[in-house]
């Protein structure tokens, strides 16, 4: 770029790539990014970008006619869907996988194999039970496989969903493959309504799930709860579904006290709840990659996301429609809000807010202080700067 005294020059983009998404950022707020590949067109930079072969892309960033340099990476692509679900013990221990009711469930058959899927052993999920206070079977002979570490334990079934069942493992492990290994057929059609639902919960042993491969398509409550409490879990997997369903990410990485950055969020349709208590307690949170992108909310879709995430100090959203509506009758009322309490508990102290330029967020005060309270941590941050995009 060429500087010229008294005009901003944009910062030069940053392109990421991680599991055949690429991403550009730019430090400069109110900058437009361009990106093309190869020899192609550069076009308008909107939003993160799926690839199903290998390329180069390039980028610079604009802003009031001045340019930044030109950046570019070369991205290769990679076919994920032929890999196992796997586990991978970084220290010894035992893998159960188990129902989490005693009631209300139908018998499951899962398939595990330790030598890279050259012969596989049944694994029976219905023998035993996990009590929510923490893990302690009814039955110390259930089924579960001892693994050392470095061991890779890979599975398949033929299910369609897992509501009501947990894996749950005694040491440190990561999780990577694809989950849809154990969907019937493979099939993103087979999936019903919470078939991923508090799969992980409260495995606070479970390190990394950052290249475990998910669908591209949600369901209802799909992910509620999945990796809720695990607390050592520092890198989350990827999310590629652009189109949500209701409640579909709630509370699905709440209290991951380790987490330091969100994974990031694709999603331009948003759906009820989508997004209610995806990050709730996570008290190390320090930045949402990549921003939420959407332009359209709809009710309480952010509801209570950052609820007491204390280090947070940075968020991008694009809605240009946020509400904040209530009504009352007598003493008693009900709140219609997409961000209901979405930075309760966050940093007090200055942060960085950008906002769709269009956007208002002067919600209208209340006399009721309980509602005045809530207004506030539904909108933006009191101390943050704010910046237009």
Same mark, same amino acid.
């Given at each position: 770029a060429t500087?010229?005294?008294?005009?901003?020059? $944009?910062?030069?983009?940053?392109?990421?790539?991680?599991?055949?998404?690429?991403?550009?950022? *730019?430090?400069?707020?109110?900058?437009s990014i361009y990106y093309k590949f190869g020899s192609g067109s550069y076009q308008v930079y909107s939003g993160p970008?799926?690839?199903?072969?290998?390329?180069?892309?390039?980028?610079?960033? @604009?802003?009031?006619?001045v340019n930044s340099d030109t950046v570019s990476l070369y991205c290769h692509y990679v076919d994920y869907t032929g890999e196992y679900f796997t586990i991978e013990m970084i220290k010894s221990g035992y893998i159960y996988f188990c129902r989490t009711e005693s009631t209300g469930?139908?018998?499951?058959?899962?398939?595990?194999?330790?030598?890279?899927?050259?012969?596989?052993?049944?694994?029976?999920?219905?023998?035993?039970?996990?009590?929510?206070?923490? $893990?302690?079977?009814?039955n110390s002979s259930a089924s579960r496989i001892y693994a050392s570490a470095g061991t890779k334990v890979r599975f398949k079934g033929n299910n369609t969903s897992y509501y009501k069942r947990q894996l749950?493992?005694?040491?440190?492990?990561?999780?990577?493959?694809? /989950?849809?290994?154990? /969907?019937?057929?493979? @099939?993103e059609s087979s999936l019903e309504n919470y078939s991923f639902s508090g799969l992980f919960f409260r495995n606070n042993k479970l390190t990394s799930a950052e290249s475990l491969i998910l669908p591209s398509t949600v369901t209802t409550h799909i992910y509620e709860d999945m990796f809720?409490? *695990?607390?050592?879990?520092?890198?989350?997997?990827?999310?590629?579904?652009? @189109?949500?369903?209701?409640?579909?990410?709630?509370?699905?990485?709440?209290? *991951?006290?380790?987490?330091?950055?969100?994974?990031?969020?694709?999603?331009?349709?948003?759906?009820?709840?989508?997004?209610?208590?995806?990050?709730?307690? *996570?008290t190390s949170l320090t930045d949402v990659w990549g921003g939420l992108p959407a332009t359209t909310l709809v009710t309480g879709c952010y509801g209570q996301m950052f609820y007491g995430c204390s280090s947070l100090d940075s968020i991008e959203c694009l809605a240009s429609n946020?509400?904040?509506?209530?009504?009352?009758?007598?003493?008693?009322?009900? /709140?219609?809000?997409?961000?209901?309490?979405?930075?309760?508990?966050?940093?007090s102290s200055p942060g960085i807010f950008t906002?769709?330029?269009?956007?208002?967020?002067?919600?209208?005060?209340?006399?009721?202080?309980?509602?005045?309270?809530?207004?506030?941590?539904?909108?933006?941050?009191?101390?943050w700067s704010v910046y237009n995009k």
């Open positions: 500087y010229v005294p008294g005009i901003v020059t $944009p910062d030069d983009p940053v392109i990421g790539f991680e599991s055949n998404v690429i991403t550009i950022t *730019c430090d400069t707020p109110e900058a970008i799926t690839i199903n072969s290998d390329v180069i892309v390039y980028a610079y960033a @604009s802003l009031n006619g469930y139908t018998d499951l058959t899962v398939e595990y194999s330790i030598n890279n899927g050259s012969s596989w052993n049944n694994f029976t999920s219905s023998l035993n039970k996990i009590i929510s206070s923490g $893990p302690q079977f009814q749950w493992v005694s040491n440190d492990f990561k999780i990577y493959g694809n /989950i849809m290994t154990l /969907i019937l057929n493979n @099939s809720n409490y *695990c607390t050592a879990l520092t890198d989350p997997p990827v999310l590629p579904a652009t @189109s949500m369903a209701t409640g579909c990410y709630r509370s699905m990485f709440a209290n *991951c006290t380790s987490m330091v950055y969100t994974p990031k969020l694709l999603a331009q349709v948003l759906d009820i709840n989508c997004y209610e208590s995806m990050f709730y307690g *996570c946020p509400w904040f509506t209530v009504n009352q009758s007598g003493s008693s009322y009900t /709140i219609d809000c997409p961000t209901y309490n979405w930075i309760y508990g966050t940093k906002k769709n330029a269009t956007a208002d967020w002067n919600f209208t005060s209340s006399s009721v202080q309980s509602i005045e309270t809530i207004r506030k941590n539904s909108g933006i941050p009191e101390l």
